[in-house]
């Protein structure tokens, strides 16, 4: 199983709404990642988890909060988000920080619309 | 931090024909660089992808290449078929795709012309 799940596929939430993004993988993985896309961009890294701690975090905002329950589930608290933050939401994973190299697979992403 | 130059844009093809899109990187440490086909409305999928130790690897119609003197890597895509037809994003790392996550170029819509 080479698959990464993301749910929900689509999310429309107002400014003042706390909503949660869901990611899961069963390949065994030991890093995972939230990335950033606006329409017509690349990827941006927004944070990275290694054996369920945070390892970094590229200057995001805190109305952004990620969490990593277990070594299988990541998820990304919303709270308080503004318009420009409207995006597909892409959480991938890769093997083990520790190894030399690491092959990312990307899930299908959350679309997010803020109104 | 690494900065990552793709290009063209856009590229438009006649089915059959050969594709080439070339990236251009920043910094002499990045070590991994892969490439991403996303189509429309899903997430990027890894095509193939090419270490620092490796000057060319090639997977069917499918092949890179790596220059580490002048910090440029390309694909190559022969035999184009509609399925083709994407957007393929060139990546950047000098962690080995690991700890500093992926740097990515700004995306290459590949169209294939039947």
């Known amino acids: 199983d080479t698959e990464v799940t993301q749910t929900p596929k689509h999310l429309v939430m107002g400014m003042t709404n706390k909503k949660s993004l869901k990611c899961e993988q069963h390949m065994g993985h030991r890093a995972m990642y939230w990335y950033k896309q606006k329409a017509k961009k690349p990827p941006e890294l927004m944070f990275v988890?290694?054996?369920?701690?945070?390892?970094i975090n590229e200057s995001v905002p805190s109305r952004f909060s990620p969490e990593c329950p277990n070594s299988s589930l990541l998820n990304l608290h919303l709270h308080a988000l503004q318009p420009e933050d409207s995006a597909l939401y892409l959480c991938?994973?890769?093997?083990?920080?520790?190894?030399?190299?690491?092959?990312?697979?990307f899930g299908p992403g959350t679309r997010l619309t803020v109104l | 931090g690494e900065n990552v130059e793709q290009h063209p844009s856009t590229l438009s093809v006649q089915e059959g024909d050969s594709a080439v899109i070339k990236c251009t990187y920043s910094?002499?440490?990045?070590?991994?660089f892969p490439w991403y086909k996303q189509e429309l409305g899903k997430g990027p999928q890894l095509i193939i992808d090419?270490?620092?130790?490796?000057g060319e690897k090639k997977d069917q119609r499918i092949a890179v290449t790596l220059n580490k003197t002048a910090k440029h890597f390309s694909l190559h895509i022969t035999e184009t078929q509609p399925e083709d037809s994407a957007v393929y994003f060139c990546?950047?790392?000098?962690?080995?795709?690991?700890?500093?996550?992926?740097?990515f170029g700004k995306g290459t819509h590949l169209i294939i012309q039947p």
């Open positions: 991938a994973s890769s093997q083990d920080l520790e190894v030399s190299y690491n092959e990312q697979f």
């Open positions: 990546a950047a790392s000098i962690s080995g795709g690991g700890a500093d996550g992926l740097t």
């Open positions: 988890y290694s054996y369920e701690k945070l390892s």
């Open positions: 090419i270490r620092s130790n490796v």
């Open positions: 910094d002499s440490a990045s070590n991994y």
